[in-house]
């Protein structure tokens, strides 16, 4: 199976603040890459899909990149909104693994 | 829009089987894909298998091979999940998804979960 390691674990950052989350597959995914976000008590809701892609109603404040093996999400200015927490998985191959998960926290 | 409206909390003794059921509304039932997310208390998601409604093409992880089946019942518009031979670690809330598009099966829409409680 393919293992999908996130960092930080936990952030804590303020509101207007830049964020990025990092996401590093075990082996290449190509760019089969997603983010999603999570509230306490709700189900994930996809952001990012295929490394880059935007789903659709997502603000534009939320961005992907990478490929391969290494992973970005980025967040141009935090909202008050935006305080979850954050995975990735990959779609490419076998088990659609998911990472630990980023906990961001108001600072 | 796409809704994917879930069946209730379950509590089941280890050794028992649940069944999960997902009934889909607002786009083409056969044209995308159901996954099935488990999420235990505290943990992140984990993926457990795929169905394509189109052809009952099953995807499962090798972890649940053997003790789970999806179904797609087309004349319902309804997914189902069964997990068999259940123990106390797999109380979790179960998640169905639908693919992102025909091409991508990301999880662009979730149901809004089943608990199942797994307790002697």
């Known amino acids: 199976d393919i293992e999908m390691t996130q960092s930080p674990s936990s952030l804590s950052a303020s509101v207007g603040d830049r964020v990025t989350i990092s996401c590093r597959a075990s082996?290449?995914?190509?760019?089969?890459l997603n983010w999603y976000q999570q509230k306490p008590g709700k189900a994930p809701k996809l952001l990012i899909y295929a490394a880059s892609s935007l789903f659709s109603g997502v603000p534009s404040r939320f961005s992907g990149g990478g490929s391969g093996t290494d992973f970005t999400l980025t967040i141009s200015s935090l909202q008050p909104e935006d305080f979850a927490t954050y995975y990735c998985q990959q779609s490419y191959s076998g088990p659609k693994t998911f990472g630990q998960g980023t906990k961001l926290d108001i600072k | 829009q796409v809704q994917l409206v879930q069946s209730g909390a379950e509590v089941k003794k280890p050794g028992a089987s649940v069944k999960v059921s997902c009934k889909a509304s607002g786009y083409t039932f056969i044209s995308y894909g159901i996954s099935w997310v488990r999420q235990a208390p505290g943990q992140g998601p984990e993926w457990m298998g795929r169905i394509s409604p189109y052809n009952d093409n099953t995807n499962y992880a090798q972890k649940f091979q053997g003790r789970v089946t999806m179904i797609a019942d087309t004349s319902t518009r309804t997914a189902y999940m069964e997990l068999g031979s259940l123990r106390s670690d797999d109380t979790a809330v179960y998640y169905c998804?639908?693919?992102?598009?025909?091409?991508?099966?990301?999880?662009?829409?979730w149901g809004q979960g089943t608990l199942v409680t797994v307790s002697s």
């Open positions: 998804t639908r693919d992102h598009s025909p091409d991508s099966t990301s999880s662009a829409f």
């Open positions: 082996q290449s995914i190509n760019s089969y």
